[in-house]
């Protein structure tokens, strides 16, 4: 098993900056990869960003591209999400999930991020 645990959301004006934090324990060492999705409010989880440890390897989707950055330390297996120019279509619940496989597997219990107008 493998538990997340997302922190760094919080309240900020549009054009502010946060970071986010996610923090994996238990069976880390098959963790393949890490990423950030997001929820807003009556809409569907979509994906933000996210890196595979082996290659270093990075992605984004368009509307984090060049604001976004995902990071991350490989022995502890925590991943980052520095999140600059903040827009209030940022607003949602963070949330951070680890793949052991292809697919994501694993999930955080979420942060909020606000971006107001």
């Known amino acids: 098993q493998v538990q997340l645990v997302e922190s760094g959301g919080g309240l900020v004006q549009a054009g502010g900056s946060l970071k986010l934090s996610c923090a994996a324990s238990?069976?880390?060492?098959?963790?393949?990869?890490m990423g950030w999705f997001r929820q807003a409010p009556g809409k569907e989880r979509e994906f933000v960003a996210d890196?595979?440890?082996?290659?270093?390897?990075?992605t984004y989707t368009d509307s984090a591209k060049d604001r976004f950055t995902i990071s991350g330390d490989n022995t502890k297996k925590t991943v980052y999400l520095q999140m600059n120019s903040l827009k209030p279509d940022d607003t949602a619940v963070y949330y951070c999930?680890?793949?052991?496989?292809?697919?994501?597997?694993?999930w955080g219990q979420g942060t909020q991020v606000t971006v107001t107008s």
């Open positions: 999930s680890a793949r052991v496989s292809s697919v994501f597997d694993y």
């Open positions: 238990g069976r880390t060492f098959s963790i393949i990869g």
């Open positions: 890196i595979t440890w082996s290659s270093g390897r990075t």
